[in-house]
């Protein structure tokens, strides 16, 4: 495919943590400045030499086991971390739902929460105000606009966060387990935004352990096992070889 | 460098900052006056016979100089933690960081604005009349806040990578309020070291220039007020710097 349809792209991409033993004091951080050459405790390889790209229009999934460094990947491309190496190419803005309702506070009220997490997700409080009654009722929670947020379960808060990033514009979007803490309903639903995304100028990355929501949508997958990149491609072949792996 | 939806999200974070501060509500807001109250009551009790002898409107000199250190105690603190209380904020979202930063600075500039007024009331009930000179007061409020944000942005560049200087900055605040005169004339300390410490406290120009507009009815020299301005924004701009240099690392150390 031509090089003008890339959204995003990674080479050699690899990000190291230092080691920590206890907590950093003042003390220890003029010692580090003063001693350049000390690597300490040493560092830990997150992720080593990750290379995939993503086209626009095109969802890609990634999995692995626990600790494969998938999260660490997704905040790489965001800008959250910095890479220790290689390159990370984008092409248009951005939006990174890491966690659903992160950001949202639990003494606010539901309706003052839509309107922070809407900004979070930069989407205008001027918007928000157009779309309010169609998020709360996506979002099924017509009886609870006027209550803290604290009063909701984990399952409400997702589908409240859920049914405002809906409306993010970004044309990059990276979801990172968005969809663990929902019920049967909320992820049936879910699938029905993904659904209607496919098809349209959105590029998505998705980490997620639902081989079934990468089958029924991710174009191609990219295959990480303890920071390193296994394989990328064809979802169907990825995906069988890492359930071969998994047994 | 900020579109409308940066802009906006500011201004998100800075309205629910206020509001969990509880300052929305009138009872709320009262609460935390009656920090600096308390502390007016007992530093004039024990000191307007002698530091405040020769002090005329001894009262009002005393909140002046508690309203500004405590704005600036509470809100650099604040400011300070801000990336650590919203751990997630900063270790699992995309947006500008020093927004958290500025939301705490912003939020508490609410305070600021209604604490001064409910000062300049006291000050007129206890017969201090109101003067052209008080037209200087949001200028020296903005002054206030610049340098309450150059130091807030310098903490929480810093606060991520060495948690004692949560402990540090504390120790540090308690000396400020004696090398500040607050509750005391500057002419208390004599000359010498002590006289150039208060000459160099950023804290006590802006209190001076507080207290020379509402208690001496002088507008401030507009030389004193670009002397503070000026470095203050240029630290401003520089622990800016420093914060925009440091955040790719935040979300590793928080």
């Given amino acids: ?247 | 460098m900020y579109d409308a939806a940066d802009l906006n999200l500011l201004r998100e974070l800075t309205v629910s900052q206020y509001k969990l501060k509880d300052q929305s509500s009138f009872f709320g807001f009262l609460w935390s006056f009656l920090n600096p109250l308390l502390m007016l009551g007992v530093l004039f009790l024990f000191f307007r016979m002698r530091l405040g002898a020769e002090i005329e409107h001894y009262p009002v000199y005393l909140l002046l100089g508690l309203l500004l250190y405590t704005h600036f105690a509470n809100t650099t603190s604040l400011g300070m933690r801000v990336l650590r209380a919203t751990r997630e904020l900063t270790t699992e979202t995309v947006f500008p960081k020093e927004f958290l930063v500025l939301s705490a600075v912003l939020s508490s500039a609410m305070d600021l604005v209604i604490s001064t007024v409910i000062c300049l009331a006291i000050a007129f009930a206890s017969g201090i009349g109101p003067t052209p000179a008080l037209l200087w007061v949001p200028a020296i409020l903005v002054a206030e806040l610049v340098l309450v944000a150059w130091v807030s942005f310098f903490l929480a560049a810093i606060f991520p990578f060495a948690w004692d200087v949560d402990h540090i900055f504390h120790v540090l605040l308690r000396a400020l309020f004696f090398v500040t005169p607050i509750f005391y004339h500057p002419s208390f300390v004599g000359e010498g070291v002590a006289q150039t410490i208060l000459r160099l406290n950023p804290l006590a120009q802006v209190i001076a220039m507080l207290r020379t507009v509402v208690l001496d009815g002088e507008s401030v020299a507009l030389s004193t007020f670009t002397l503070f301005i000026v470095p203050g924004l240029v630290l401003l701009g520089l622990g800016f710097a420093l914060f925009k240099r440091l955040e790719p690392r935040f979300a590793e150390y928080v």
């Fill in chain 1, 1 to 247: 495919m031509s090089e003008y349809l890339l959204r995003l792209r990674t080479r050699g991409l690899g990000k190291d943590f230092p080691l920590r033993d206890g907590r950093d004091t003042a003390m220890r951080v003029l010692h580090r400045l003063a001693t350049p050459n000390d690597d300490g405790p040493g560092r830990i390889n997150a992720l080593v030499d990750v290379s995939f790209e993503v086209r626009a229009g095109e969802m890609v999934g990634v999995v692995g086991n626990n600790g494969a460094g998938k999260t660490t990947l997704l905040k790489l491309i965001a800008g959250i971390y910095r890479p220790s190496r290689g390159e990370i190419e984008r092409r248009g803005e951005l939006a990174l739902l890491s966690g659903l309702g992160v950001g949202m506070v639990r003494d606010l009220t539901v309706r003052e929460n839509v309107y922070l997490y809407g900004a979070i997700c930069r989407v205008h409080r001027m918007r928000i105000r157009t779309i309010f009654d169609e998020i709360i009722a996506w979002a099924e929670l017509g009886d609870f606009v006027s209550a803290p947020l604290r009063t909701l379960s984990t399952g409400m808060i997702s589908r409240l966060a859920f049914s405002i990033a809906r409306h993010i514009e970004a044309p990059i979007l990276l979801f990172d387990e968005a969809m663990s803490a929902g019920d049967e309903r909320f992820r049936h639903r879910c699938e029905e935004h993904f659904a209607a995304l496919r098809g349209g100028d959105t590029s998505m990355l998705m980490t997620t352990h639902s081989l079934d929501l990468v089958e029924r949508f991710c174009d191609r997958t990219l295959w990480l096992r303890s920071g390193e990149q296994v394989a990328f491609g064809d979802t169907k072949e990825v995906l069988s070889a890492y359930r071969r792996w998994a047994t």
